[in-house]
């Protein structure tokens, strides 16, 4: 059998077509991987520049336009300029006097005729506090802060004053806000014995009225035993006479009692300098001496202060509120912010000087004098918050 021979230079010529087409696929799939990579990195690329534009229109979403550029370059503002006002009030404005003492860089008062959603912000450290317009005594809240471009933030839901304080405050008005929760206890405590003891005399008064009319019972008694007939019906008619007579003066009397019980009610607080005579339910109306540090507007503490009561309540309010001393009656309304003096009407009871309160807020008894001043006061008020808004609805005009 003759063997098939193949020449040298057939078997070198397969051999170099097998490493071509070898060489020529490893080439590809480099390629291929190449592609792949690129592609890759393409897509990288493109969804980095897509979240770039979400996050960058996100905190365009979430910052509204910034207001209130009058105030001190320190601090920003950012909400609807349409509606929301603001104000530099400083420290004589707070009327706290525990915040005032811990410190203060700026106090700003935010109020509006509708609500209140505005982002308060400072370039300068330290703590925030808001004081709450709608509550009284005006208690210090500590909202949460937040960092938005290397500034300190608060969000502001409702009309207050916005404090910024060096950042030791913190610790000082939790200290402040126990001496006055334990104040407040022992004002309760007080109260509660003070009622105690007053139902203690009532059943005293009581029982003795009882000992006397059995006495004079048993007297009556003891004179018919002692008479004849004649004189015993001689003293029946005339007793009946007194007694219509003593029953027609008791009624009279009874009467007169119970309209001088209705229209006072009790008097509570009592625990307040001796002119102030506070009139209402005990039980839900607090009370608290705050003098001037506590009143918050300067023009009533420049017009003279004689004393400044903070009266609230859980419940409503429903009080007199009266002073032996000559002189005007303001109240600083707690639910408004900034809180602007009101002169209630004024009327004289058992030659005290009174006014009825019905609603949570600061009385101040100050000279007679403080009437016109206050009403100069409020008209050049009137006259700056004007031109003050004249003058932004015309920048924001142009």
């Not at 009058?70 to 009327?95: E, F, K, Q, T, W």
């Not at 003795?208 to 059995?214: G, H, I, K, L, N």
């Not at 002692?226 to 009624?251: F, L, N, T």
């Not at 000559?326 to 058992?350: E, H, K, N, Q, W």
Request: aromatic share 2%.
């Amino acid at each position: 059998m003759n063997r098939v021979k193949f020449p040298i230079s057939a078997v070198c010529c397969l051999t170099l077509i097998v490493l071509l087409f070898l060489s020529i696929g490893a080439v590809s799939a480099q390629s291929m991987d190449t592609d792949d990579d690129m592609m890759m990195d393409d897509t990288a690329m493109d969804d980095d520049m897509m979240m770039d534009d979400m996050a960058m229109d996100d905190d365009m979403m979430m910052q509204a336009p910034r207001i209130c550029e009058h105030l001190p370059s320190h601090i920003a503002v950012y909400g609807d300029a349409m509606s929301v006002n603001c104000r530099d009030v400083g420290a004589a404005g707070i009327g706290v006097q525990s915040i005032v003492d811990a410190g203060v860089i700026s106090a700003v008062d935010i109020w509006s005729s509708m609500a209140v959603d505005v982002e308060f912000c400072s370039s300068v450290a330290g703590s925030i506090t808001v004081l709450d317009a709608a509550s009284s005594p005006r208690m210090a809240m500590m909202p949460a802060m937040y960092s938005r471009n290397n500034l300190s933030c608060v969000h502001l839901s409702g009309a207050g004053t916005v404090v910024l304080a060096p950042a030791m405050m913190m610790d000082d008005m939790a200290m402040d806000d126990d001496m006055m929760m334990d104040d407040m206890a022992m004002d309760d405590d007080m109260m509660m014995d003070d009622m105690a003891m007053d139902d203690d005399m009532m059943m005293d008064d009581d029982m003795a009225m009882d000992d006397d009319m059995m006495m004079d019972d048993d007297m009556a008694m003891g004179d018919d035993m002692m008479m004849d007939d004649d004189m015993a019906m001689d003293d029946d008619m005339m007793m009946d006479d007194d007694m219509a007579m003593g029953d027609d003066m008791v009624m009279d009397d009874d009467m007169a009692m119970d309209d001088d019980m209705m229209m006072p009610a009790p008097r509570i607080c009592e625990h307040l300098p001796g002119h102030i005579a506070v009139f209402g339910d005990a039980m839900s109306v607090n009370c608290r001496d705050v003098g001037p540090a506590g009143i918050g507007v300067q023009s009533v503490i420049d017009a003279g202060v004689i004393s400044a009561i903070d009266i609230w309540s859980s419940m409503a309010v429903d009080v007199e509120v009266c002073s032996s001393i000559a002189g005007s009656i303001t109240v600083l309304d707690a639910a408004s912010s900034p809180r602007m003096a009101m002169m209630p009407a004024m009327y004289s009871r058992d030659n005290l000087s009174c006014v009825h309160l019905s609603g949570a807020g600061t009385v101040v008894l100050a000279p007679a004098m403080m009437m016109d001043d206050m009403a100069m006061d409020d008209d050049m008020m009137m006259d700056d918050g004007m031109a003050m808004d004249d003058d932004m609805m015309m920048d924001d005009s142009g």
